[in-house]
């Protein structure tokens, strides 16, 4: 028989894992789903920012969450500058499809070897004051190493929703995504507008590292396991729908939890990717995708 | 060198080995002619990695030591090795590349059944002499004649291995009656599993979950969870080494009791990881192959750990070398000596010499049967007791990882209950 209990927090655990998927997906939903590029070293990047926090809070004792937000600028800025290599070397000149796939695939190996030569090939981690705690809400436990970044993901993204309906640059991020021609007319430049957005998604990576860092302990290879998963999610939810990206972030965790709770944890990637399956042959355009004319 | 060892013969091997270990450098004519080039990929990244640079180094230091002692067949010797990423995809080619074009006269495995079972056809094919590291009765299917396995698993692996837990968990009062089991898909988590299986059969206890995890598992919480809700007596993981942390983690925030809990868990024995989890290792009955315990020495582990830590702290690597590199370096041991009895570099006499004699090297005498297994298996099982913080130098003395399996090497006694008091 089911217990009613477990499942509860089945699904409760399984919420704390999508919103962690939920800021690893989001940068790579405004660079792929956004701006077209597809930026496969973006987990790398992920893991890239946990190792350098890593660096920088273990020896101190600083918090991770709170140094995620201090390096996101730096990260954001590197983002910037890699945007403008890549649009000199392969967007304008109409290579960015394989040669810019090739590019970053590249781009990921480049991060993973330096962070073995930098760091070693251990695992690395940051002892936090709250890591081994629980919040019980009646049966449902909840474990602060998962419930704190979920909070930090849940604000940074609705901080990114709100920046990109309010703000002149924001609606011009939404705007480049759609018809970047027009964008034209309102005296804005594309490719500054898709510099700052794709520096806004390489910050939101580092944002997600400092998430993972408290999450569990990385290695330079640690991204690989997010590589199918924040593509499943941002192609679930509908290329360039961000609301849309938390919700399959959430709805691939749920799902990932309670299928490893009911029926054992071989089967949650194949329930999850079946369900993006499934969504795809019903609904091409994602779950909030707007279909092509 | 044909027939049985004279115990005489044994013994100057013994002495030979232990003082190559003790003194690293003796006194010997300077080797002569082309160096003999030993061959090999080791997971230098990736997720083995945490093992595979340690392996590596304590193979440095023996190649430091048999040219100081004169080489091999009064030649120097020289190590080739590539990184293998610890994707097994890539040794296959790394292993022609080392035959047919780098020409090395000697190959060895690297590290873990994953690493060395896709090297086996291209050393089969050309007739190698093959001491593999840390394999899991990997030549079970490939039945080649010319192999010998540094892994104290033993033959019967799927029968054998988690023998010692079941043992020492049949010391408790009451006696268990329940198990739970979750481990990696993989091929030594899912012998682990099949062992402890096998186990709960004869002992007469019941298994009351019995999940398999893929390695893409990030959040462990539901396996802890739905076993907390079996309520076992008994938790028997069989993980690697990023979910050991990660199921331990869970398991102490999720506040999982058992009466003991453990198991095949590699991770416990990696540096990194000791030093990560510190304290919460206390009670846990883990599998493990080498424990600086005084019931558990041999001529030469002490001499060889001071000169690897050296090495270790020179080069920024793990300092504590208690996992793989003892291992590491007896496999080399081992080659030297196959290759000494031998007389030269006839890979079927190595081969025929890995199963002949005993080997003396710095983790004890080692003979192989014919399919390059240990003859008695030597599964380990250590409770990690009075670890208090993070600090390493703890893990170098004895009493903080007490061996209560197999008896010849009980230090100490078990500790009921997880996590401890």
Redesign the interface.
């Known amino acids: 028989m089911l ?1 009613p209990v ?1 499942i509860a ?2 699904v409760v ?1 399984g919420l704390l ?1 999508g919103c ?1 998927y939920a800021i690893a997906s989001m940068g790579l939903a405004v660079s792929f789903g956004m701006l077209d590029v597809v930026n496969i070293a973006h987990p790398a990047m992920m893991v890239l920012a946990s190792c350098v926090i890593a660096a920088l809070c273990a020896p101190t004792g600083f918090d991770p969450l709170l140094a995620a937000l201090l390096i996101a600028p730096v990260f954001g800025l590197l983002g910037a500058g890699l945007y403008r290599l890549y649009h000199l070397y392969f967007e304008r000149r109409g290579d960015e499809a394989m040669q810019g796939l090739a590019f970053f695939f590249g781009l990921m190996i480049v991060i ?2 330096s962070l ?1 030569l930098v760091y ?4 690395r ?1 940051v ?1 936090t004051g709250y ?4 919040l019980g809400l009646g049966p449902v ?1 909840l ?1 602060l ?2 419930l704190l970044p979920a909070l930090m993901s849940l604000a940074c993204i609705a901080a990114l929703l709100l920046w990109l309906r309010r703000s002149f640059t924001g609606r011009a991020v939404a705007a480049v995504a759609q018809d970047r021609d027009a964008l034209r007319f309102l005296g804005a430049d594309p490719i500054r507008i898709k510099t700052v957005a794709f520096g806004l998604s390489v910050a939101l990576a580092a944002i997600a590292g400092g998430c993972l860092i408290v ?3 990385v ?4 991204g690989h ?1 997010f590589i ?2 924040v593509l499943a999610v941002v192609i679930l939810a509908g290329l360039g729908s961000l609301p849309g990206t938390l919700v399959a972030a959430l709805v691939f ?1 749920v799902i ?3 299928t ?2 009911l029926f ?3 089967w ?2 194949a329930v999850a990717f079946s369900l993006l399956l499934a969504v795809l042959a019903l609904r091409p355009q994602g779950m909030f995708g707007r279909a092509h004319a | 060198m044909n027939g049985r060892m004279t115990r005489r013969g044994f013994g100057l091997l013994a002495t030979a080995a232990a003082v190559s270990a003790a003194a690293g450098r003796g006194v010997a004519q300077a080797p002569a002619g082309e160096p003999i080039r030993i061959g090999f990929s080791m997971p ?4 083995l ?2 093992n ?2 340690p392996a590596l180094l304590a193979q440095q230091v023996w190649a430091e030591d048999i040219n100081a002692r004169g080489g091999l067949l009064g030649r120097s010797v020289k190590l080739v090795f590539y990184d293998d990423q ?1 994707n097994g995809a890539n040794v296959p080619g790394i292993y022609t590349k080392l035959l047919d074009v780098d020409k090395v006269d000697l190959v060895i495995s690297s590290y873990g059944t994953a690493l060395i079972a896709p090297a086996m056809p291209v050393i089969i094919r050309r007739g190698m002499a093959f001491v593999s590291l840390l394999g899991s009765s990997t030549n079970e299917m490939f039945k080649y004649g010319g192999t010998a396995n540094i892994s104290p698993v033993g033959r019967r692996m799927n029968v054998d291995f988690a023998k010692g837990f079941f043992e020492i968990a049949r010391g408790l009062n009451p006696t268990p009656a329940t198990l739970s089991i979750a481990g990696l ?1 993989s091929d030594f988590s899912n012998r682990a599993m099949e062992s402890a299986r096998w186990q709960a059969r004869e002992h007469g206890i019941r298994v009351v979950y019995d ?4 390695p ?4 462990f ?3 802890v ?2 076993i907390r ?1 079996a309520a076992p007596d008994l938790v028997f993981f069989a993980s690697y ?2 979910d050991s ?2 199921l331990l ?2 398991a ?4 999982l009791t058992a009466k003991m809990l453990g198991g095949g868990m590699v991770g416990p024995q ?4 000791k030093a ?1 989890l510190g304290a ?1 290792l206390n009670n846990l009955v883990c599998w493990d192959v080498y424990a600086p315990e005084p019931t558990m020495t041999f001529p030469g582990t002490a001499a060889f750990l001071d000169r690897y830590r050296a090495a270790a702290e020179a080069k ?1 690597a ?1 300092t504590l070398g208690l996992y793989a590199p003892p291992l590491a370096y007896a496999q080399m041991q081992v080659l030297e000596q196959a290759v000494t009895r031998a007389g030269s570099l006839d890979q079927a006499a190595i081969g025929a010499a890995l199963h002949r004699e005993a080997f003396p090297t710095i983790i004890g005498e080692l003979r192989f049967d014919q399919t390059g297994e240990w003859v008695e298996e030597r599964n380990i099982y250590i409770q990690y007791q009075g670890v208090t913080g ?1 600090d390493l130098a703890q893990f170098k003395q004895p009493g903080t990882q007490v061996i209560l399996y197999p008896p010849q090497y009980r230090s100490g006694q078990l500790r009921p209950g997880f996590p401890a008091a």
């Open positions: 217990d477990l927090n089945a655990s894992l962690l993973e070897v073995v070693g090939a251990d695992q981690w002892e890591g081994g705690l629980s436990g474990p190493r998962m999450v569990q302990p290695d330079a290879h640690s396991v199918g998963r965790g990932e939890n309670v490893a709770t054992g944890p071989a949650s990637p | 230098l990244s990736g997720a990695a945490g595979g640079r610890s898909d999940r398999a995890y893929p893409s598992t990030v959040d919480s539901p396996i969870r739905a809700s080494p990023p942390v990660g983690k869970a102490g925030e999720l506040k990696v540096t990194a990881i990560q919460q920024g793990e993070n």
